[in-house]
């Protein structure tokens, strides 16, 4: 295996070793103990059909998956209709300077890259009113503070359905919706109470929040529904506060609002999207030269490596399946463009905010669930060009992505 000096990722608070810059909003994420953390608002995620418990129905209020980004208050739906649109043929310019870490502030965490088309104070009070509706006592939250067995599995149930994800088991995460995530719950389940050494009946009966009655197993799993959105939605969070960090590779933190970096995003889009994600040879293909960048290894640290305590549990992605990570020449192939998606769904709202124009009306970039799809056929192809001059430095470099301290 690799012996390589892996230069340290740097997120998220605590892991800087030289500064007191506080990175608060990291705390509050997908891994925060109540499941409805501030970066979902659950009400708009479970819809409630097919829901018999009250403590299940609190969280519903819609018939559609849709996600609310907490950081610019816009909703997003997603459904298969997204799938396709148009791409951009405008010729990319040579790849931005990479700047020094040092010259890193606090300033470079652009309330830009975190408000969207409304100012800075409705931000705030949209980000209040969001924590405000994610504390459902009688939801998810109450369970794992009262029944331990449950905690357990349910911990276990979260992490599983991120392995399943980076692994491809999940076709397209982009492209979830509640059926979805339940069909993918009731897959994963079985395996969480095998990790959490537990069977079906070491669960405690759970008592309703508001009545006497008992909730069922498939009400109870109905509150874990929301995890996978969470879960995208931590990473498109980490990548916005990222992208303008001087470490990146990106090249954004010293250029102001303007033209020029409306342009330098726009350019950086053009590199997860075809023709540029998919050319050859190597040396000249986008989404190869955004796994060389810093960035790539934040993302994949902060999925795949990072300790997260998911209810109290402290558990890490890697150590759950370390052949298919640690031990292996290459991520797997949807970790990968789950990097490069999550990277450019952050670049397409910055872009968005820069333009001042609501993400869903750039109809000529591709959504999200379509990068994804081509960065996970762009991923093979590149790998499988062994006659190319590039193909071993592009090879040594996925292979340092499985070996991130």
């Not at 405008?90 to 409304?118: C, G, K, Q, R």
Request: with cysteine; aromatic share 8%; charged share 20%.
């Amino acid at each position: 295996h690799s012996t390589a000096v892996v230069h340290p990722a740097r997120h998220p608070i605590g892991y800087y070793p030289w500064s007191d810059i506080n990175f608060t909003a990291f705390a509050a994420m997908s891994d925060a103990r109540n499941t409805c953390g501030p970066t979902i608002n659950p009400a708009c995620l479970l819809p409630c059909a097919n829901v018999m418990s009250d403590d299940v129905a609190k969280s519903c209020s819609s018939k559609d998956a849709i996600v609310t980004d907490a950081h610019d208050g816009a909703q997003q739906l997603i459904s298969t209709d997204h799938a396709n649109a148009q791409t951009s043929n405008v010729a990319v310019p040579a790849p931005p300077t990479v700047y020094s870490w040092i010259s890193y502030s606090v300033n470079t965490v652009d309330s830009a890259a975190i408000s969207t088309h409304t100012d800075r104070r409705s931000t705030r009070s949209t980000k209040k009113k969001a924590k405000k509706a994610a504390k459902p006592e009688g939801g998810l939250k109450r369970i794992v503070r009262i029944y331990d067995n449950w905690k357990t599995a349910i911990a276990y149930l979260r992490i599983l359905l991120r392995v399943a994800v980076c692994v491809g088991e999940i076709d397209n995460p982009f492209m979830l919706n509640v059926d979805r995530r339940d069909i993918a719950i009731q897959a994963v389940w079985p395996r969480a109470l095998l990790r959490a050494n537990l069977s079906v009946s070491d669960l405690e009966v759970v008592k309703s929040a508001n009545s006497s009655a008992n909730m069922s197993h498939a009400n109870v799993l109905a509150l874990v529904n929301p995890s996978l959105t969470e879960f995208l939605y931590d990473i498109k969070r980490l990548a916005l506060y990222s992208i303008g960090h001087p470490h990146a590779g990106f090249g954004l933190d010293d250029v102001a609002a303007g033209v020029l970096l409306t342009d330098m995003v726009h350019n950086l889009l053009l590199m997860f999207i075809r023709p540029k994600s998919n050319m050859l040879p190597i040396s000249e293909n986008g989404f190869a030269w955004f796994l060389f960048q810093q960035i790539a290894k934040e993302i994949m640290w902060h999925i795949v490596f990072r300790p997260s305590e998911t209810h109290g549990i402290r558990l890490v992605l890697a150590d759950l399946e370390p052949e298919t990570f640690r031990n292996s020449n290459t991520p797997p192939f949807s970790t990968l463009s789950l990097l490069g998606a999550s990277c450019y769904s952050a670049l397409l709202q910055k872009y968005s905010i820069l333009m001042k124009v609501p993400v869903e009306l750039l109809t000529h970039y591709p959504t999200t669930a379509q990068v994804f799809v081509e960065l996970r056929e762009t991923i093979a192809e590149l790998i499988n060009q062994h006659d190319d001059e590039g193909h071993p430095e592009f090879m040594a470099n996925l292979l340092r992505l499985c070996d991130i301290m």
